[in-house]
């Protein structure tokens, strides 16, 4: 049964934008926090951002991005349509890998990711 898909993957140049998106069902992304990860060929499994549950406060959710992709990209997330996105900004060569949307089972971004979609490929050409 398939719960978590990305979508928004693909070709784009150097110094270019791509928006991730990732459909989730309703069970695994209410209450739950998501995140996006990604892996380069032969290198491991690398966690990029976070973002935690938020029930509407005023403050928004709670949102961590990793160093390599600071400033650059964006996580978000819509709970009304149960997606998360990923907005790729100024994108480099090494951001060349396949991306993973996962979700856990608590309302924050740290912690173990329990749920995992297929992934989608985004290829950075020079």
């Known amino acids: 049964q398939v719960q978590l898909v990305e979508s928004g993957g693909g070709l784009v140049q150097a110094g270019g934008s791509l928006r991730l998106s990732c459909q989730a069902s309703?069970?695994?992304?209410?209450?739950?926090?998501m995140g996006w990860f990604r892996q380069a060929p032969g290198k491991e499994r690398e966690f990029i951002a976070g973002?935690?549950?938020?029930?509407?406060?005023?403050?928004?959710?709670?949102?961590y991005v990793s160093d390599s992709v600071k400033g650059r990209f964006t996580i978000s997330r819509d709970n009304a349509k149960s997606a998360v996105y990923l907005q790729k900004n100024s994108q480099k060569r090494e951001d060349t890998a396949v991306y993973l949307c996962?979700?856990?089972?608590?309302?924050?971004?740290?912690?173990?990711?329990?749920?995992w979609g297929q992934g989608t490929k985004v290829t950075v050409t020079s």
């Open positions: 973002i935690s549950w938020n029930d509407g406060s005023t403050y928004g959710a709670d949102t």
């Open positions: 309703k069970r695994i992304a209410s209450g739950n926090a």
């Open positions: 996962a979700a856990r089972g608590g309302s924050k971004w740290r912690g173990l990711y329990s749920y």
